[in-house]
């Protein structure tokens, strides 16, 4: 039975990482509903949220898959009951002469407004897809000119972390020597 499952992908940040992860999902067919990749408080890493529906066989499939991969350091499947999972979203709505019922609304779901133009407002929301989903019906009637959401993103709650002590690889250093001789000729 399908479940939804989200992934904590620690990378390295490198060049292409994105590009050979979303390929091992499309070369096996695997399907990725939202996907949301930031730096950690490591600057050589990664962490790549990936939400996906799958079977426990595709799941596992995925990890091993994933694990191939040389930039891929770590996956970690989040537990569902134990995870804070968010969505972001902006909208941009003509508000017109319904500003002040849009204005309550938005308070109502916690919504920001970010910014004023004229009779435009931009809304900044952040949830789950759930509340996302209604806030985005409560104001369709008022006319979204434009919207954008981030993928999920994910942390488990407590103390439990996804980390690495020690690369499983060994990732080359820049030879200094060699650059501040190139650096010196030009």
């Known amino acids: ?5 989200i992934l904590s992908i620690l990378v390295r940040n490198q060049p292409g990482v994105l590009m050979r992860v979303a390929g091992m999902f499309s070369r096996r067919g695997f399907n990725i509903d939202s ?3 930031g730096i950690t408080q490591v600057s050589e890493l990664s962490r ?12 596992e499939q995925v990890q091993k898959q994933l694990a191939k991969l040389v930039e891929v350091e770590k996956v970690k499947v989040l537990p569902k009951d134990s995870m804070t999972a968010r969505n972001m979203a902006l909208i941009k709505v003509a508000s017109g002469e319904k500003r002040l ?7 109502v779901f916690r919504a920001n407004v970010i910014d004023v ?6 809304l900044e929301i952040t949830g789950s897809e759930d509340k996302l989903r209604a806030f985005y019906e ?8 434009e919207m954008v ?4 993103i994910a942390l488990e709650r407590g103390e ?5 002590e020690e690369s499983k690889y060994v990732w080359p250093q820049p030879d200094n020597e060699k650059i501040r001789d190139v650096c010196m000729v030009i």
Do not use: F
């Not at 039975?1 to 499952?5: D, L, P, S, Y």
């Not at 019922?101 to 308070?107: G, P, S, V, Y």
């Not at 133009?117 to 931009?122: Q, S």
């Not at 959401?149 to 999920?152: D, F, N, R």
């Open 160 to 164: 439990q972390t996804i980390r690495i």
């Open 101 to 107: 019922e849009i204005l309550k609304l938005a308070d």
């Open 35 to 37: 996907l949301a990749v």
């Open 48 to 59: 790549i949220t990936i939400s996906m529906r799958s079977d426990e066989a595709t799941l």
């Open 149 to 152: 959401q981030t993928g999920t």
């Open 117 to 122: 133009t004229g009779t435009i407002l931009i």
């Open 138 to 145: 409560v104001m369709d009637p008022y006319g979204i000119l």
């Open 1 to 5: 039975m399908e479940q939804n499952h």
